[in-house]
């Protein structure tokens, strides 16, 4: 069987590698000069591969559409991939919040692990190969791809797997969507998924300090905070949207850092959220010290005090704070400055407290597609066999990867997407 692969992503590549092992003649068609483009900078150019949590607990992993992949990840489990990287050299190791990463810290050499797999098994790559549309019969079967540069390729099995339209430098344009559009497919509402957030530039006028939410993450831009945990609430109706505990980023426009990136793909389905991000509604809840209660972080406080109290306030966090954390928390206290400790009230140190706490930050938006790590939404899973990824509406048509409605949170899941549904798409 004839079988060309549209998109030369993790899901493309292993479709192809999947495809090639059932005796098929495979071709990979990559628009850009080079295959991975985007898994190169996945995990900070360390590439998170995949979780450690037993397959079965990935799917309460995926807020997009998680049920529809049980099929796929039972055929290619997190298991299979790492067994796949050792067999080409690459050895992994586990870190924190069950995220799997090569013992390299280098994703080029998860890329190389596909790329050396692909040349053994003779799958034919073309780069700077776009394909403009995909051809069919008149009993809506596929037949070939019409690049744009006038060639047609034929075949007998097409897999697209062009991913969504995050990070399009890498590739991801969003052309797999109008193709499949095209054939008679439904494209969901394409929105960015795993986005950072934007602080409010609202005034607010609770803080003699700072005035919006934009200007204390400015002050902060650069800090990155591990071990904390976090709430975004509707506070129309006191309700937690969100709520993880890990390491977060603040930045020149607002918050970043994987339990942010997490957040934004719960918010973005939460009900009304333009309207409620439109009305300041939304707020994030920083708990700088999750391990201690109130009672006990007073007393740490006191003792603090008790150790510096001939210092100026702003000279007595030290221990307990980054230096860069230290005037912001004191300000957002509504406490003077250069106040010597011995002079603090106990309803200034109450307010300290209360902000270490629960410092918050009033959520405006989402920063745009182009930033964000994945893409949620896509080919709508009711017109895919979940069981083999194959079109119900075009046969001989698959789909792999980031371009189907399903997308995940932070920690490897995505991959494990890309690989367990482009190894389903290749062996059907």
């Known amino acids: 069987m004839k079988v060309i692969v549209v998109g030369g992503g993790p899901a493309g590549m292993m479709s192809a590698i999947a495809s090639r092992q059932m005796g098929d003649d495979v071709e990979i068609l990559e628009k850009m000069d080079s ?8 995990g900070k150019g360390r590439c998170n591969i995949t979780s450690s949590l037993p397959i079965d607990e990935f799917v309460k992993n ?10 796929s990840f039972q055929n290619y489990t997190n298991e299979d991939i790492i067994n796949f990287l050792k067999e080409q050299n690459v050895e992994v190791k586990e870190e ?6 090569p013992c390299s810290d280098k994703s080029s050499d998860v890329l190389n692990a596909f790329l050396s797999k692909l040349k053994k098994l003779n799958v034919k790559i073309h780069t700077n190969a776009e394909v403009e549309e995909i051809k069919v019969d008149e009993s809506n079967k596929v037949i070939g791809v019409k690049l744009k540069n006038g060639d047609f390729i034929k075949a007998d099995k097409i897999i697209l797997a062009t991913g969504g339209k995050s990070y399009p430098a890498t590739g991801s344009t969003g052309t797999g969507y109008e193709m499949a559009k095209k054939l008679g497919h439904t494209v969901t509402h394409i929105r960015a998924s795993l986005v950072p957030l934007t602080a409010s530039e609202k005034i607010e006028i609770d803080n003699l300090y700072y005035r919006t939410s934009l200007q204390l993450c400015k002050d902060l831009q650069g800090l990155s905070l591990k071990n904390v945990a976090i709430q975004i609430k509707d506070i129309s109706i006191n309700k937690v949207i969100y709520e993880d505990f890990g390491e977060m980023l603040f930045t020149h426009f607002g918050v970043s850092g994987p339990i942010i990136l997490s957040a934004s793909a719960h918010l973005l389905r939460y009900k009304n959220i333009e309207n409620l991000l439109k009305e300041g509604k939304v707020i994030l809840q920083i708990d700088l ?3 201690l209660s109130e009672e006990k972080l007073d007393a740490r406080i006191l003792r603090d005090f008790e150790k510096f109290k001939n210092r100026e306030i702003k000279h007595s966090l030290d221990e307990r704070l980054p230096q860069k954390l230290i005037l912001p928390i004191i300000n957002l206290s509504n406490i003077d400055r250069e106040k010597k400790v011995n002079v603090i009230t106990k309803e200034e140190r109450k307010s300290l407290i209360k902000v270490l706490k629960c410092m918050q930050i009033t959520i405006q938006g989402f920063r745009s597609i182009e930033e964000a790590i994945i893409t949620a939404g896509g080919v709508s899973i009711k017109e895919i066999n979940p069981k083999t990824m194959e079109s119900k509406i075009v046969q001989g048509l698959y789909f792999a990867g980031e371009i ?12 494990q997407i890309a690989y367990s549904t482009g190894y389903t798409a290749g062996i059907s």
């Open 96 to 101: 924190r919040g069950n995220r799997i990463f």
């Open 289 to 291: 010290k999750p391990a």
């Open 35 to 42: 295959c991975g483009r985007k898994l190169l900078i996945t």
């Open 404 to 415: 189907i409605d399903v997308d995940a949170y932070t920690g490897g899941f995505n991959l």
């Open 62 to 71: 995926i807020p997009g559409n998680g049920k529809f992949l049980y099929s």
